[in-house]
């Protein structure tokens, strides 16, 4: 298996919702990490999870949760978020943390 | 700081070839990788130089002088669906983790 997916593909939420982002590889990864992504711009880091442990937080607001249960999977909880995090949010993992990063197809989110 | 340039748009015709260039500035190099992302889709790793040179992959090439801090990615034979935005990356290793950080892209547009 050599892919990343990610779930949902689109999510359409109220500000007042609490939802999650899921991201898995069975690549045998050890660096998972999650992107925004606004339009005609580069991916923007939010975080990096290294050996299932947070290593970089990007300073994102706390209305983003991020959590590895395992490590195949990356999870991405979302609470009272504002129209403005409307965007693409990609998940990548890598066999370390400077290596080749491979995608997932991406959560394309719209907060209302 | 790191940072890396790009041109933010390039235009070229079909069959014909282009060359996307970029240079960077980072304190320790591991090496330069280029990404393709279509629109709406995610990006995908198309090519990494640790060393200085050419390396060929079908009808791309990527090069790299580390004595300039600079390095290119030569598309030929374009085809239309080369149309896509194309990211130059670099890993850059902080005090207590490693993290890849994307140019800002330069947008691709073939015309027949």
């Known amino acids: 298996d050599t892919e990343v997916t990610q779930t949902p593909k689109h999510l359409v939420m109220g500000m007042t919702n609490k939802k999650s982002l899921k991201c898995e590889q069975h690549?045998?990864?050890?660096?998972m990490y999650w992107y925004k992504q606004k339009a005609k711009k580069p991916p923007e880091l939010m975080f990096v999870?290294?050996?299932?442990?947070?290593?970089i937080n990007e300073s994102v607001p706390s209305r983003f949760s991020p959590e590895c249960p395992n490590s195949s999977l990356l999870n991405l909880h979302l609470h009272a978020l504002q129209p403005e995090d409307s965007a693409l949010y990609l998940c990548?993992?890598?066999?370390?943390?400077?290596?080749?990063?491979?995608f997932g197809p991406g959560t394309r989110l719209t907060v209302l | 700081g790191q940072s890396l340039e790009q041109p933010s748009e390039v235009t070229a015709v079909e069959g014909a070839i282009v060359q996307i260039n970029c240079t960077y500035q980072?304190?320790?190099?591991?090496?330069l990788s280029w990404y393709q992302q279509h629109d709406g889709g995610a990006p995908t790793f198309l090519s990494y130089?640790?060393?200085?040179g050419l390396e060929e992959t079908g009808r791309f090439s990527s090069f790299l002088s580390r004595s300039d801090s600079y390095g290119y990615l030569l598309l030929q034979e374009l085809q239309m669906k080369d149309s896509a935005s194309y990211f130059c990356?670099?890993?850059?290793?902080?005090?207590?983790?490693?993290?890849?950080?994307f140019g800002s892209g330069t947008r691709l547009s073939i015309r027949p």
């Open positions: 990548a993992s890598s066999p370390g943390a400077t290596d080749t990063q491979y």
């Open positions: 990356a670099v890993p850059v290793t902080g005090s207590s983790a490693s993290k890849i950080i």
């Open positions: 999870y290294s050996y299932e442990k947070l290593s």
């Open positions: 980072t304190s320790g190099f591991y090496g």
């Open positions: 690549m045998g990864h050890r660096a």
């Open positions: 130089n640790a060393l200085d």
